[in-house]
Structures are given as structure tokens and as C-alpha cells.
């Protein structure tokens, strides 16, 4: 097997937590820490440890809305997670390893664009800060998230859900058995960027087989066809067979096979809290996959525990992945439709509910269709929860190569909403300026 | 009065130190072949005109084991580890290990058994290997399996030493564990047999003091002990420089010390007065080990380093070609661009000269060709130091506090000891901005500091509530715990109590000795909404350092 270098930032957080009971806990990471020393994977000639940066405000308002302000909502280890996800891509695009590994906490993949508080353990999106950063300082275009976490990677989703240049995959557990819900197939992005947001629903009881039978034929060659300039892994560990808060069947050989087909060049830990029995075994075994090492011998103890797969099972996930290939086909002619029966502009509305915070949102998004640029999008937004109170803001999101038209009309949807007065805060993002300014 | 002996790669220096002052010092040829000759003549002449029963204590520092090392002088082990799952080893290890059944996994667990007649076979396998090393991951959690196939391979293969893995370390780190181990049974036997012919040149010179064995991390064993761990005298010359240098200077601020030699700087950082420790631990032939060592950085700068032109362009080093033309050499070299710059006064100022005419560009006086010399040395020298600086500077940490209030390490003093550090250390300083110091005696800093080198050794105590157990794995110890009243204080006197065992059985307790925490980590471990219990470790030692600050004439300021 042929070596090459990984960077890893290892950034287990060991004196923070949510709460004292949490899942993220300082106890997560523990035994990680602990076989990954024991190991001596930091002592390999092509394993290089990286010491996380601090990620700046800026650097996070790139991406997030908060409100009322993302400061008061963050704790220092949020900047550290976020900093140690550019550390890694950093040490990536400065070619000083061929791929990296945010082995790092808190998580992100459940923060969405507009931040009132913690859902999912997460307030921040570390990937998408990450993403965000890489394209304004290494001109990056083509992104493409692989979320291997066991549940929907709902924010991600929802902050590159109008960015055609972004092809974000979640496989997960159906939202119909699994916090948080969504991740339905038929969510694919908004028109001008349908498609590159794919969802692939696993049924509770998908092994490893189920796991790799859906990345060589569907994942595998979606990426292939996107040609990404990059490949970013959302790598929650929580489709463990061991996972006490998901109900899927995938060990930590399968994992391992995993990280080394999908050969992503930065990996980011998010969920998976099966502390002693998977973590350790499976950060293992992704470590050593990134850095093209043998892992075959990486085996969980209790491996007997673990289900086979239902043939209902196997025959579900055969068809759940024509359906995907069909539609995958047909893409483009789907996304001209959709375009052209959205006519000028195409809005939702949503609930979002902050479970770790006890917030819930809602939430209507407009989002201009425009045939010389991607569009500007107008958020307005109203939460409530205790103790933060009641609390709306009006946002309007111009985003990178924008045309001058849409720029002018999203300074002018802002100012407009200023002037009616029906909201608390108001926030112009303007990602070609690099300035989140509240108005 | 303290007899310090260092053997160096040219020279065996020793001192005898008496009230805190060089009573005595001598430099003799180093004898390679016949290590104990060399060391034999420089006590004798160290001792020459002093009473050698008034010796309270011998320590000496060697290279009998990094030479028998380098040379490839070690025993042939039997490697037998019980790795459980995780990275395969082939080709990690100086020898193919063979592999054994078992498993205890991170939280000391027993997940498998060893099979005693899977050890049998292997045992049988490896008939003639006349030392073993025995080595479990995560012993250091549980050393019971560990010590069980220990016991099986004592009986079936019946091997002169076998070294257990967790007698080496009490760290995590499997590899490095396996590594010591492995080393330490290699260099067994020559060590053992050095150790009695040390002892009988005692009993001939009518010494009777105990006889101390210098170590990587400035520590010093007893005689007897380091008959069980030879692997940690490795390295013990830069070691001694580093003790030299704080037996000589007693400075609190952060520090880099340049131990400028021969042929190379040996560079060391401090913080609090302490040398910084290398992280893991030593590199033993290319293999990462867990033998606690300094932290040093070589740079190929050194008083003999030869100075020639290279297509026109002035190069320094890293090669020898000889002493200095100043002192009857044939080459060139940097002391004689130090001479001729003035600021030494040592060997020949008209053969120094001579020697810069050669290297001066068309043009160029000698005192001009020695200044740029020395200015290429310096900037050598400074950027091996800036490297070790900002690598010390990234050092991973694992908490938030130490993210967000960590400052950012930045020596504030340099420290010159060796031959040509009068000369040179200034030079470094003055360009990277910084007061300086060569403190006397710097000459026989080694030396000073075998002599003075405190008994040091360390325990790492780690307690589980939840299981109720507690082990110490340099002891081999695995000890119940009150499950509901065990506290972090309990841990921590625990410790104290097994430090001093630790520090009794090893003879090191020969002064009042000062503890130091070293490391403290509490977990609370949460099983559903419930705290089950407390994951606890406490890191214990015996500080290093120095008996007693020692004190020479004038030197630097």
C-alpha cells in the first residue's frame, strides 16, 4: 500500500461540553485521544500534527448570520473547531500534506446560514466556514461535501442550497426514523442550483455493504461527473453499529474502505458518540486510510455485535439508488424546467427548531432567479425560545460574481425592509466585499 | 565532593566539585575499544591530589550504549507483543516482533486472553535469543496480561533479561514502548557487563560512594538500577551539557542554550529553567522510543567546522577537516576566523590569519573574510533556532484555555557553553537580539553537570472509579479503589506514596527529594444521564536538576 501524508488537527476540546450529561461532552474524545497515542499514528513519518488556529469573526460571517450577533451566541471552542477545519485545508492547499484531518470538536454540519442558537450540537458550520475561506483565499470553485454522518447534514444543505458550484451528498439514516427530519430525496436544491444537493435516505439496519453499494454507484460516480477542484468529508462516525443515538449497522472497516474510495482531501469529524467502542477504532481506521496505510487489522472487539443486513434492506437501497441515477441523468433537463417555472423569483418557508437551545425559527427565503448570475437571496427570519425571548432580523445575502443588478436590488430589498420597520435586525452579506454589515 | 565524568566523542572529561566549586578537572583522550581504560586514567588524574575517600558520589555519563547501538553491538531479542487490533507493525520495529493473541483495550479491559500455548510455540521459535522483550498495548491500563506472558516466556524460552513494556514507560505509546523495550534488552548484556567493571575500578581506588548513571533527561540512576533500564543512558552526552549549563547558570527566563563544539551547536530551548523535553521521546536508530530526552536541535556550526569557497561562494561546515590552522591544523576553520576577528585569543594569530587569506575573496582582508565567515555561522545557527523556536511555538495543546491564553514562546536569553562559545554565542545573540551569557566553567559543562545531576524517576498513577481500580504500570501495579470516595486528592497521594516506593526500590532517594506534578487529567464519565465515575491521571517525578548550583571564577557577563 502506497503512504502518503496526512496532516491531522487533533482538537479534542477537553474542557468544554454543552452540558455537564451531553453527548458533547469532554469525555467524547477521550478515548479517541487515547488510541490514537497508544497507537503512535502521531509518530508515523507521514502523519503530521497541526496545532488549530483560531478562526475570526470574519471568517465565520462569511457564512453565518447570527442573531442578534454571532459573537454572543459562540464560545471560543467554536472558533477553535472552525479554526482547526482551515488549519487542515490549509496544510492541504499549501501542499504540505495531500490530505488532512479536522479531527476536532464541537461539530457543525446542523448550523444553518442564519444562527439564533445550537441545534444538532452545533452553532457553527465548521465545513462550510472552511469551504467559504478556501474560495476567498485559494480561489477555489467547485466544492464537493461528502456528509458520511448518520444524520441529515441539514445545514450544510441550507447554506449552499442556492450554489450550484457546491455539490453537497448526505447519505444518513431516513429522517423519518432519526433527528433532524429532513434529507429527503426530492430536496435538491434550489432551482438555478438543482441537483447538487443529493440526498440518499438509508434505512435503520444499512451495513457496510449498503454503505459501499451506495458510494460505487451513485456517489462514486456523481463525483466524477461534477469534477470538483475539491472533496470535503463530513465525517460523523455515527452510522456505527455501537451508536447509542442512530440505529445503523456500518463498523469500522467500513469506514476505513470509505475514507480510502472516497480519497477525500480534507476530512472533518462531526457526529458519532459511541465513545469507547467506535471512536477509537474508527478514527483509527479513517486516520490510517487518509494516510494510505494499512488497515485491515483495525477491528472492533465486540465486531460480533454487530447486524447483518435484511434482504428487504438490500433490495430497498438497490432501488432507492436507480431512482437516484435516474434522476441524476436527468438533471439538467429537470433543472431548466424548474428554473422556468419559478419564474423570476422562488421563496420558502420553513420551521427550524434549535433543539440543544429550545428555539424554535421560522423562516421564508426568497431567492432571485437571474439568467446572468446565481442571485441574490432575501432571508426573514422570527424565533422564539427561552430565554432568548422573541427575536426577527431581515437579511439580504449578495453572493460571490453577483451581477450588478442583483447586487443593487438586494442593497435595495434591505434598505426597503429598514423602512417598513418589522424586524429587529437587518444584515446585508455581501460575499463579494467579504462584509456581513448590519444595516 | 561530587566526581563528574563525561566520555565524549574525542575527549572523557572529568571534574570533582567540592562546595559547590571545580575543585579538579581534567581532559583525557577518549579510548574507543576500551571505553573503561579512558574513564580509569581521568579519575586517577582528576583524583591525583585530592583524597578519594572523601568521593560522596560518582556519576558518569557514556556512550557505552548509544556507541554499542551505533556500532551494532546488541544482543539478538526475542519481541513478543500482544498488539490487539490497530496498525500493523511490520517493518515499525528493529526486529519482526512475533505476534501474540490477547487484547486490553484503552480503559485496561480485558477483551481477549493470551494463549499460553501459542507463547510455547513462539517460545520454541525463538531458541537462542538470550534476552526477550514482552510488550502489550495498553498495558499501561491493565499490566496483568503483560505480565502473564512475561511470566510464560521467563519459563519456556528461560532468557538472561526480558524487559515488560510498561517498566520502560507509563505513557501511551505503544510503538515507542515496544521500541525502549526492544533497545533496552539489546544493550542488556554490554551494559551489564560495563556496570561490573565500573564497580570493580571502585572497589579498586577504594571508592565507595554510590555510582550514579547519567540519563537522556538529565536525570541520573543508581548503578543497579540502570542495570534494568540501560536504554536510558543513551544520549547521555548532550544531556550532560544541558546540566552543565544549569548547575553553572541559574536563570529562570526562557532560554536557548548553545553548546558549541567541534563540529556542531548543539541547541537546547528552556522555559522556567528547565531544558524543554523532546515530545514522545528520544529517536533510537531511526526508531521513535520513549526514553525521555532534551529536546535538541544539531546544527553541523562548530569551532573546527571547516571554511572553504565553493564556486566563489564562502561555505561553513557542516564537515571537519582537522583543528584549526590557529592550533596546528591544516584547513581552515571557523576558530581561526574567531581569532583573527579578535574575539579570541586561542592558537596562532599569524596561522589564523593565513588561514582567512585563504578563504578571502579577491580583494577581501583576512579580517574582512573572517567577520563574513562568522556572519555565515551565525545565521546558521540563528535559523536552526528560529526553526526549534516556532516548532516549539505549534505544539499541539487539547484545550480550549490553552488555545485562547497560551503565550507564544519566545527565548529571552541565549546561553553559550563548550570550546568555541566566547567566540561565537555573542555573535548569535547580538543578531537575534538578545542579552547573552557564557558562564565560567563552560569549558567542562559536561562534566559539571554528570557530577551534579539529581536521582530522578517518575510515576504515572491512573485511576478509573467507574471500574474501581487504579494502576501504576512502572511498578506493575494494579490496586483496587473505593469506587464512591476515591477523589483526584486521594490519586495524588497515592501517587506520593508509590513515587517514593518507586524512588526507594531504585535508590535514587539519596537527598530529600522534591516531587513535581508533572500532568493531571480528571474525566467525568457519563453513561446515560449519569456520572458512573471519574477517569483520573496524575503524572509524578522526581525533578531533575542539579544537587547544587556551582559556581567558577569570571567569564561572560
Redesign the interface.
Known sequence: MSSKSLGLVFFPAFDWAITPSHPERQERLLYTRDQIVEEGLLDLPNIKEYRPQLATIQDIERVHIGVPDIVSLITDAHLISAGGAITAAEAVMRRQVDCAFALVRPPGHHAMRVVHGTRGFCTINIEAVMVEYLRRHYGLTRVAVVDTDVHHGDGTQDIFYHDPDTLFISFHQDGRTLYPGTGAMNELGSPSAFGSTVNIPLPPGTTDDGLHYVLDHLVLPMLDDFKPDIIINSAGQDNHYSDPLANMAVTAQGYARLAKKLNADIAVLEGGYSIEDALPYVNTGIILAMAGLDFSRVVEPDIARCPQQSADNTRYIAKLVADWRQLWRERDIIRREAVAKAGDFWQRRRHIYYDDSGIQEQQQETVRICPHCHGYQTVSTQSEGYPSGLKSAFAAVVPRNSCKSCRNQAQAAVHNEKKIGRHDHYFLQDKEQDLLTRI | MLLGIDVGGTFTDAVVIADGRIAASVKTPTTHGQLLSGIVTGIDKVLASLDSRHIERVALSTTIVTNALLQGKTDKVALLLI??????LSG?TPEPPVLLSG?T???GRE??APVQEQVAAACRDLTGCEVAAVAG??A?RNPVQEQLVAGWVRQYLQPAYITLGTQVSGS?????RVNSAYYNSAVWRIFARFGAAIEQAMTERAITAPVYILKADGGTLPLNAAKDLPIEAVFTGPAASVLGIMALVNEQTAAVSLDIGGTTTDIALWQKGMPILAP?GALVNGY?TAVRSFWLRSVGVGGDSYVRRENGRLAVGPMRRGPAMANGGTEPAVTDALRVAGLTDYGSLELARQAMQRVADCGQSPEDAAWQTLRLATATVCQAIEEIVSEQA????????D??HSEKYRPELVIGVGGAAMGLAPLVAEKLQLPWQVPPGHMVANAVGAASARPTTEVTLRADTAQGFYTVPELGIKQQLDKRRFTLGDAWQAAETHLADRAIVDGTSETTFHSERLYE?E????RG???VGK?MTCRLQVKPGVLSPVSVGEAGR
Open positions: 498488539p490487539g487490533p490497530g496498525l500493523n515499525l487484547y483495550d484503552h480503559r477483551q481477549a498495548k495498553f499501561v501511551l505509546n505503544y510503538l515507542r514522545g521513535p505549534i505544539r499541539p495543546v487539547y484545550k480550549v484555555e488555545i485562547v487529567e474525566f467525568n464519565i457519563v444521564f449519569n456520572t477517569i
